[in-house]
Structures are given as C-alpha cells and as structure tokens.
C-alpha cells in the first residue's frame, strides 16, 4: 500500500467518508426526487469551486515542475468537464454521468497514487476531504432513482419510519467513534463496512 493508498484508508478519512456517506442518506430520505436532483445539481457547483481552488494550489506548489503542474490540472479539468454534462434528471443520464465523473475522480486518484511526494500531502488531504462529500452524495441519487419502481416504492413506504429509526441509530455509532476504535481500527472497519452493505440493501444503494 502506498502513501496515498494509506492516507484515503486512514482512521481519519474513513471516519470522514462515513460521516458523509450517513447524512448524504439522510438527505435523500428526507427529499423528493426533484428536489433531491436539484440537490444534486447544487453540490456539483460546489464541487467545481472546490476543484478550481485545489487547481491554484497546485499552481502554488513550488517543488513541482511545469509538466507535473499540467498533468494534475488536466485531470481537474477533465473531471469538472464531466460535471457540466447536463442535468441528472433521469435514471440514464444520472447512471451514466456518475460512471464519467467516478472514471475522472479515479484518474486523478491514480495520478496522486503513482507520483506521491512529501510536497503533494497536503494537496492530497485537500482533495479527499473536498471529494469525499460529493461523492458520498453522488452514490445516495441512486435510491431516488430506485424508487421510480413501484413495487420498491411501496415496499418502502411501508417500512419507511423504521428505516429512518435504523439510519439514525446507525448514525449514532458511526459520529461515535472515538479512541478504542481507532485501537481496534481493522476490527472496527471491517463491521462498520458491513453494517453500511446492509443498510445500502434497504435503500436500493450499493456500499
């Protein structure tokens, strides 16, 4: 595993992606598809200024040469090209613009994985904790589409107040992590990430 690989899969990181993955939930429960998309649409926005800011920096990174200073930004680029394809107002358009958006996010993380240095740390830092939301949030659109089935929308409804009951306790034990999980961090991981698998089952997401 190497640097990078070992920060994204840090106590810290996780706990940050959990966070977001169980209120990116939260958010979807509580919206209606339109308003969820539009959501959506707004988080992309924020996600861009993020990325334009992330973009300076790496123009401020003195120990960088001039060819590594463009292929980082061009694989910025790349990524809010993809997020200014169009408005996911469809379970089409959403499947495939979240498949070139995670392709984009997935080059850039090669690209920090194969050229990791001390001076790239920080900018590494950065970029987790600005994609991680977004991503979380991405992923969570998914039930809205789901529920387009009426079969799964009935089902849900059904269940709905004891599925919201079970994400809050959920919720609960993963803001609650504290120093004896990080002492029992393999332990803890492993059974938080299939708690997370089985609550995806009830919300039509895959974790």
Known sequence: MNKFQELKSS??????????????????????????????EEMKIKYEESLD??????DNIKEYNEDKRNTLKSKIENLKVQLALGKMDTKS??????????DAIND???????????????LAKEWLEDSVEFEEELNALDYQFQLEDEEMQAEFEANKQKLQNKVA?????????????????????????KEFAELGKYLYITY
Do not use: C, P
């Open 93 to 102: 358009k959403y499947q495939e613009n979240k498949k070139n958006i995670r």
């Open 11 to 40: 106590f810290e990181q996780t706990n940050k992606k959990w966070e977001a993955r169980i209120n990116a939930v939260e958010n979807q429960m509580q919206l209606s598809k339109e308003k969820a998309i539009d959501r959506a």
């Open 169 to 193: 306790a959920f919720k609960a034990k993963v803001m609650d992590k504290g120093q004896e999980a990080k002492h029992n961090w393999e332990e803890t991981k492993a059974e938080t990430e």
């Open 53 to 58: 800011t992330l973009a300076s920096r790496v």
């Open 108 to 122: 850039f993380d090669a690209l920090m994985e194969s050229d990791y240095d001390l001076a790239t740390e920080e």
